[in-house]
């Protein structure tokens, strides 16, 4: 299995074998950080963030600092050429001949798609408008394997913006892949998940898929709860936003008829999604979820130059 | 009623659903060539109770996968001396690049020249495309 100078764009550009073997060396990293500390010490990552993202460019910057490699790049747009009208392609022509390998961010729709084709080296989406975030799926993927000891046969609820979350966007259309999963796809009417996504999940996977608007309906049945931040920046229109922004609030009482072993998981941040009363609940994982992110992003840049 | 006559030698779009004779009329830059070319509009038909008709008398390239995502139930008639050499059909086509414009207001190929999305056709019925940037479905 060789995945060097590959691109990651959407998490199906991958095999189920090759995600595997990007989570079997992720896990390794994890319990021998040293033995990786210097396998990128020659290499640079490029972080080309339109849009801002603490979490996503931190997690990528210390994953390949743990490497022993460099980074470069910007994490506004406002201070690269875009604001002088650059178009994408040729700044990923540009910057990959300063570095090994680029995230890019980018508020439109298949702008990392659009810079593969034009990067001579490997180009990982991290995150485009509301589209995809396939880095982030790595993340969710790890976390479920690591804490559930298996991906395969678990209940799914995904809850909040399922019209703009790229997160859950990625992260069904993946593990509708996987055995025997059915999805509690909740979500105010006005937000409910793209069609084009249910189709494909229905028609290429025969994933089983459930819609409401109420989380208590499906909250005791479920091995995942996948709760997400409804997105301010998504809405053309504030009073729109105002008027779901309260949606799902997850409280410890909301709670405690809910299975004992299943996962609470966020792709942060959150902002009032999650009552911090939950954090104390073992159930609560997304503090582990976003440190699992860091060893998922090092195991992917690693393959893709072929380090490991 | 009126007539118009045949054409000794060119082309003649026929079943045209009636209303896209203007559109293909258009889309051939009709208006701007220096031969003799014929629109008919609302003709009476048995099988689509009325439909337009363009004759063009010449030879001309037509873009068949533009015709066909304008109308693909059109005809088309080569003539030569006279009679009809050969009829071609056209349909949507499976792949279209660059004729028309994704309907996601955020994907990259509204905003980026470089961008020029690949559509695939994912139901006839509909005429229903997938973009290959954004993955988004514009309807035609």
Redesign the interface.
């Given at each position: 299995m060789n995945l060097k100078g590959k691109h990651l764009i959407d998490p199906n550009d991958f095999t189920l074998e090759e995600l595997d073997q990007i989570f079997k060396v992720a896990q390794d990293m994890e319990k021998h950080p040293k033995k990786y500390s210097e396998i990128c010490k020659s290499k640079i990552l490029a972080t080309l963030f339109y849009e801002p993202s603490t979490r996503t460019r931190l997690s990528f910057e210390s994953a390949m600092l743990r490497m022993g490699g460099n980074i470069l790049g910007f994490a506004d747009a406002t201070t690269s050429s875009v604001s002088k009208g650059e178009s994408v392609a040729d700044t990923v022509r540009v910057v990959s001949g300063y570095a090994d390998i680029i995230v890019m961010r980018h508020p439109k729709e298949g702008a990392p798609l659009l810079s593969s084709e034009y990067s001579s080296v490997p180009v990982i989406n991290g995150g485009d408008g509301g589209h995809q975030h396939p880095t982030q799926t790595l993340t969710d993927l790890l976390t479920i394997k690591n804490l559930k000891g298996k991906i395969d046969d678990n209940k799914v609820a995904l809850c909040g913006d399922l019209k703009y979350g790229r997160t859950v966007h990625s992260l069904i259309k993946t593990l509708a892949r996987y055995k025997n999963m059915s999805f509690y796809l909740v979500s105010p009417p006005q937000l409910k998940l793209p069609t084009y996504i249910k189709e494909f999940v229905k028609n290429e996977y025969n994933a089983e898929i459930f819609e409401t608007s109420y989380l208590e309906e499906v909250i005791n049945e479920v091995d995942i709860l996948y709760m997400t931040r409804i997105q301010r920046e998504r809405f053309f229109n504030e009073e729109d936003y105002l008027k779901l922004k309260n949606s799902y609030i997850l409280t410890r009482d909301k709670i405690k008829d809910a299975k004992e072993d299943m996962l609470i998981m966020h792709p942060l941040p959150r902002v009032n999604e999650i009552d911090y009363s939950v954090d104390d609940d073992k159930r609560a994982v997304y503090f582990k979820q976003a440190q699992y992110g860091v060893y998922v992003r090092m195991s992917l840049m690693a393959h893709l130059l072929g380090v490991v | 009623m009126l007539t118009v006559n045949s054409i000794k030698r060119g082309i003649v779009i026929d079943h045209i659903e009636s209303g896209n004779g203007l559109k293909i009329f258009e889309k051939l830059k009709l208006a701007d060539v220096e031969f003799p070319v014929v629109l008919l509009m609302n003709v009476p038909s048995e099988k689509l109770g009325k439909k337009d008709i363009i004759k063009i008398q010449d030879e001309i390239d037509l873009d068949l996968t533009m015709l066909g995502l304008i109308d693909p139930n059109i005809t088309i008639n080569i003539i030569e001396d006279d009679k009809i050499i050969e009829k071609k059909k056209v349909e949507l086509p499976k792949k279209v690049k660059g004729l028309f414009k994704c309907d996601?207001p955020?994907?990259?190929?509204n905003?980026?020249?470089?961008?020029v999305?690949t559509f695939t056709l994912v139901d006839k019925e509909k005429v229903k495309y997938?973009?290959?940037?954004?993955?988004?479905?514009t309807y035609l």
């Open positions: - | 996601n955020r994907c990259i190929s905003s980026d020249n470089y961008a999305p997938k973009c290959s940037y954004c993955d988004d479905f």
